[in-house]
């Protein structure tokens, strides 16, 4: 129902942050834009990309199969930032050659949103593997590769 709400009120915030008129550069930030996504995807795969979205924990439920102990991981991505994912949005939500006041609004939000995020996902992983994600995580940057190592 929200989400019908939302279309059916939404409303465009009038006004350009920037515009940027060169082809060549356009090309690029399009081309960065879709690196973001393909960030994104590729980093859900490293992972597990059905469990990530609940489907192979719901297979598992109709069998009646208990789920594997959780290992802990660094393919890829992952050994150089701890979450990928969420740098292929932030990638693709900043990565505009015409930024909105409405894009920007959502922009910042996810950015904020994301970052909440984090701090609670590094919660819960720091309870599942302990030191281990510890020292991962001195390791390792959170969104940009060497960047908020703690």
């Known amino acids: ?16 942050v920037w515009s ?39 297979w598992r439920h109709t069998r009646g199969v208990e789920p594997p102990p959780q290992e802990f991981r660094t393919p890829f ?3 150089w930032i701890r979450h990928p994912i969420y740098t292929g949005f932030l990638i693709a939500f900043w990565a505009t050659p015409d930024m909105t006041y409405s ?12 970052f909440i995020g984090i701090a609670h996902e590094e919660r ?16 390792v940057g959170s969104v940009i590769p060497g960047v908020g190592r703690r």
């Open 1 to 16: 129902m929200c989400l019908v709400a939302l279309f059916a009120f939404w409303h465009p915030i009038e006004g350009t």
């Open 124 to 139: 819960d992983l720091v309870d599942h593997f302990g030191e281990r994600y510890i020292n991962y995580r001195t390791r």
């Open 77 to 79: 991505f992952y050994r």
């Open 20 to 58: 940027i008129s060169s082809e060549p550069i356009r090309i690029a930030i399009w081309g960065v834009f879709l690196m973001g996504w393909t960030i994104l995807f590729i980093a859900t795969w490293l992972i597990s990309h059905f469990e990530l979205f609940g489907i192979a924990q719901a």
């Open 103 to 114: 894009h920007l609004l959502l922009a910042l939000g996810m950015t904020i949103y994301i």
